[in-house]
């Protein structure tokens, strides 16, 4: 079984920081650089990408929107 792609939101930069990130786990939040972003964010919504658990602040809800519009002709 595989795991389901979860986004997990966080209040703060630092609590999403805490998170462990490794593999398939990576962090998501606007400290970050946009060629950072771009590319964690193609990972996640790829379906074959390596990431499957996205650490982000409410910045990333835009991902979630993207995410839908993605996954809605799957």
Do not use: E
Not at 4 to 25: E, M, N, Y
Not at 34 to 62: E, M, R, V
Request: charged residues 20%; glycine residues 4%.
């Amino acid at each position: 079984m595989a795991i389901p792609k979860t986004l997990v939101f966080h209040d703060s930069k630092q609590d999403a920081t805490d998170s462990d990130a490794s593999g398939i786990i990576k962090h998501y939040h606007s400290d970050m650089s946009a060629k950072y972003l771009q590319k964690t964010f193609n990972d996640f919504s790829l379906p074959d990408g390596t990431c499957w658990i996205l650490h982000a602040t409410a910045g990333a809800a835009t991902v979630s929107h993207y995410l839908k519009l993605l996954t809605a002709n799957v």
